[in-house]
């Protein structure tokens, strides 16, 4: 952990990092450089604690994540309980299902799902597709999808129900099927 004696200069090598990591989780670069800022000071005062049982960018991933969550909750406690609502949420849900419950229209078929993991292309789509959802079913999604967190350590951190986080884990899906088709992903490759 020795560089020229100043733990700073180590940590501040996982700063670029880190940002890219808290900008992708909240699409909001104060917040991000908040959770950045609160990581690197919870680094320093704990870095006595670090046993190098794992990689130096990990357990500050690890940090980050922590602090990503406290900001996005701190931040939901600020916001009018109305403008929480599911209800404001676009619901792809009108688009792709009739009244009782059927697809309009079969979803259609994304070839090669691990080649398309692989295509930068994808990747760009499917961050803007993430830009265009609330930010609730965003950082839900994130949470559960690419953070790989339990569903009931997403409904202690959000403080929500299970049921809540079911509806919407299930609209920020739709949302995001519906606008990687829209953008090129999932049209028929016949």
Known sequence: MDDDGKPERVLTKHRKYLMQYALFHVRDPSVAEDAVQ??????????????????????????????????????????????????GDYDASDEAF????????????????????????FWRIYLECCKKMSERLATVFSMREVMG????????????????????????????QSCMTRNGFGANRA
């Open 149 to 176: 967190m339990s569903a009931e350590e997403i409904c202690k951190k959000m403080e929500i129900s299970p049921s809540n986080l079911h509806v919407i884990l299930y609209r920020a899906r739709l949302s995001l």
């Open 38 to 87: 609160e990581t690197m000071i919870a680094a320093l005062a704990q870095l006595h604690t670090f046993e190098g049982r794992a990689q130096l960018r990990t357990w500050l991933t690890s940090i980050l994540k922590h602090k990503i969550i406290d900001l996005v909750r701190r931040r939901a406690r600020e916001i009018p309980a109305d403008a929480l609502s599911l209800d």
């Open 98 to 121: 009739n009244l009782i419950g059927r697809w309009k229209e079969q979803p259609s078929d994304w070839g090669s799902p691990d080649a398309a993991l692989e295509s930068r292309q």
